[in-house]
């Protein structure tokens, strides 16, 4: 019988507590393998909170702080750029395409955005994703909202609800536009982005809460569906079942959903070649109507990770731990088993097997749970993965990749692998160290 053979047959001799062993490390595994799966493709997410975007510009400010605002929705411009440049800007052979971004106002804590449907056809996500609509569709009138996923969900919104929105950012807010009522056409899918925790309102609608003398006044028939729908609002009531007027009225124009505001927080750009990026760049901030910034998103997120980055080595460091408990866990019953095994190893001794042979025994044990644990792991990982992947891209924003494993994952099994059989070494010296009347002894 081989040694490999009789490691076997000794491990299935005590089939309950290895079990237990086995499977523990096995999931400590898991969680190692998900963890630096996760790592990498939340490095990825976090690289692709907007995808495809080639330059967000501002008024000159920070770029951290002016990405954050625009993309994250965190803080909030501390100037703003007018809409004028923002024109002329746009205006330029080089664009291929321009997002208005109008941000400060906020409804029940969540950020409020002031924009048009070019921000549904051209903001992209994750790798190159499109938004999409769980339910409705996008702007149509003035009065129109499009909800982010999570609002939604948290504030028990549906297709035709009325919501009023607040001035300022936050949970509290003194003034409320309780004269401008919106009414929820379209709820955007989970993106797992600042997507999701946004209200998306025209950005002439902006206009005309603020009552801002450039924006496009209403029609009357407009004004009298808005005042009738105020009547009637109460923010603990849904109005799905309600046939709106507006419903009736012909789609307005991407032209005339963004107006002629006089100012704007901010505006993604997507140019027809990623080489007039450095170009547009270096003019946008040479700009003499007034101090312009215009960042790279990609580079900027780069830099960004580079400070936030240190809690995932944190997270890698302690799943690592975890599995270094596990497999002390192993060579504590493989050390509580050796008292029982004495005689087994002592008639080992007596038929002829060397200490190197009963060395070489535990030492194989050691491996052989290890390299179970490793493989059910790896089952454990692709099935964590398969059932669970689109719920944790849309709550934590993570979109977990399946695919083979990497080599740097595949370099950790194997470390694990020759870590356990070096933590079986132990027992395996002390077994080896056990004379054969020591064995035999019966000791009362």
């Known amino acids: 019988m081989s040694l490999l053979t009789l490691s076997r047959k000794s491990l299935l001799n005590r089939f309950s507590s290895i079990a237990i062993t086995t499977i523990a490390i096995a999931l400590s595994i898991t969680l190692l393998l998900l963890i630096e799966r996760a790592r990498v493709d939340a490095k990825a997410s976090f690289h692709n909170t907007v995808s495809g975007t080639d330059l967000i510009v501002g008024a000159r400010t920070g770029s951290t702080e002016l990405l954050l605002f625009s993309v994250f929705r965190i803080g909030h411009p501390t100037n703003n750029l007018s809409f004028k440049s923002y024109q002329d800007i746009t205006s330029k052979r080089s664009v291929k395409w321009a997002i208005p971004l109008s941000l400060g106002d906020s409804h029940k804590g969540f950020s409020v955005i002031g924009t048009n449907n070019d921000y549904f056809a051209h903001y992209r996500y994750a790798n190159k994703q499109n938004l999409a609509f769980s339910k409705g569709h996008a702007f149509e009138q003035v009065n129109h909202v499009v909800l982010g996923s999570n609002v939604a969900k948290k504030l028990h919104y549906h297709l035709g609800d009325s919501i009023v929105l607040s001035h300022g950012a936050g949970n509290t807010s003194f003034h409320h536009h309780d004269d401008h009522p919106f009414k929820v056409v379209g709820i955007l899918a989970a993106t797992g982005t600042a997507v999701d925790n946004s209200v998306h309102v025209p950005l002439v609608a902006i206009d005309n ?194 695919m083979a494993l990497s080599q740097y994952q595949m370099s950790l099994l194997a470390g694990i692998i020759l870590l356990g059989t070096l933590f079986g070494c132990l027992p395996a010296y002390k077994a080896y160290r056990y004379a054969l009347s020591d064995g035999l002894t019966i000791k009362v």
Not at 308 to 322: M, Q, R, T
Not at 347 to 372: D, K, M, N, Y
């Open 209 to 402: 809460i603020h009552g801002s003398a450039t924006a496009p006044s209403m029609s009357k028939k407009h004004q009298a569906d808005e005042h009738h729908d105020h009547d009637h609002y109460d923010d603990h009531q849904h109005h799905s079942e309600q046939h709106d007027e507006h419903d009736k009225l012909p789609a307005l124009s991407n032209a005339e959903l963004t107006g002629q505001p006089k100012q704007i927080s901010a505006f993604l750009l997507g140019l027809k070649s990623p080489i007039f990026a450095l170009q547009l760049q270096r003019n946008i901030s040479q700009y003499k109507q007034e101090p312009l910034l215009a960042i790279m998103p990609k580079f900027t997120l780069r830099q960004l990770w580079e400070v936030v980055g240190v809690f995932e080595k944190a997270l890698l460091v302690i799943s690592g731990a975890v599995v270094v408990i596990a497999l002390l866990g192993m060579l504590t019953n493989l050390l509580a088993s050796l008292s029982q095994r004495r005689r087994e190893l002592a008639i080992l001794r007596s038929v002829g097997a060397s200490p190197r042979t009963i060395f070489t025994l535990l030492g194989l044990e050691a491996l052989l749970i290890t390299t179970c644990a490793t493989l059910l792991a790896i089952a454990f990982y692709y099935l964590v993965i398969v059932l669970l992947a689109n719920m944790l891209g849309s709550i934590s924003g993570i979109h977990l990749q399946l």
